[in-house]
């Protein structure tokens, strides 16, 4: 099994532009979700879906858009980029069992935008 | 307001030496994860504790959840340059698909 896998790894963007992160996982995972870290500030969530078709915001969602079509992908958008948005970006499909959930993270994309 | 705070936020130490980091909140959880992170890296899931009072070994690496779910300790014992990395605690509460995260503890051992 592959995990969970993130292209780009690296993204430079102008300030304005459009981008799409993606993200799959081969671990037939019901939930999947989209965090960003900061410097000082840890991980924060951005949005997450507990299936397909189903998405909620997470702490952190403005500028962001995802979709959740299949159980594998679960890409993010940017729809106008701006500085604020540098950021190292990690995806994460998680396995339930009883009281909680435990997260498998992809390797991250490290994004600019200037 | 960060749910969970984690102490000390940077830690280095030598080889050897023993350490405790900690992960703290007023808030109950149903369950606390620790996760280790590598520069570059995604982070890496260590262990999960359900249980009140719940104590888990994962080799050197000792791992308490406090009576009350309110908290959790990571202990290290003997310290190796291998265990360099960011530790983060995470909690997630009853009735939520979501994870709250700790801002980490940076370790560094020093050979």
């Known amino acids: 099994n592959a995990g969970v896998t993130q292209t780009p790894k690296f993204q430079v963007l102008k300030t304005g532009q459009s981008m799409t992160l993606q993200c799959a996982q081969d671990m037939n995972h019901e939930y999947m979700s989209w965090y960003r870290q900061d410097p000082g500030m840890g991980l924060r969530l951005i949005h997450y879906?507990?299936?397909?078709?189903?998405?909620d915001q997470g702490e952190v969602p403005n500028g962001y858009n995802v979709s959740r079509s299949t159980t594998e992908d679960f890409p993010l958008r940017l729809l106008s980029a701006a500085p604020s948005q540098t950021s190292v970006y990690f995806c994460a499909s998680s396995y339930v069992w009883g009281p909680t959930y435990e997260q498998y993270f992809g390797p991250g994309t490290r994004l600019t935008v200037t | 307001t960060q749910l969970l705070e984690q102490s000390p936020q940077f830690l280095s130490i030598q080889e050897g030496e023993n350490l405790t980091v900690y992960c703290n909140s007023s808030s109950v959880f149903s369950s606390l994860q620790w996760y280790r992170q590598e520069p570059g890296e995604g982070p890496v899931l260590l262990v999960t504790?359900?249980?009140?009072?719940e104590v888990k070994k994962l080799k050197r690496l000792t791992f308490q959840f406090g009576d009350a779910r309110k908290d959790s300790s990571l202990h290290i014992t003997a310290a190796q340059p291998g265990d360099t990395g960011l530790y983060l605690c995470a909690g997630a509460q009853g009735g939520s698909e979501k994870l709250v995260f700790g801002k980490g503890t940076k370790l560094t051992v020093n050979p």
């Open positions: 879906s507990v299936g397909a078709g189903i998405t």
């Open positions: 504790v359900v249980t009140g009072g």
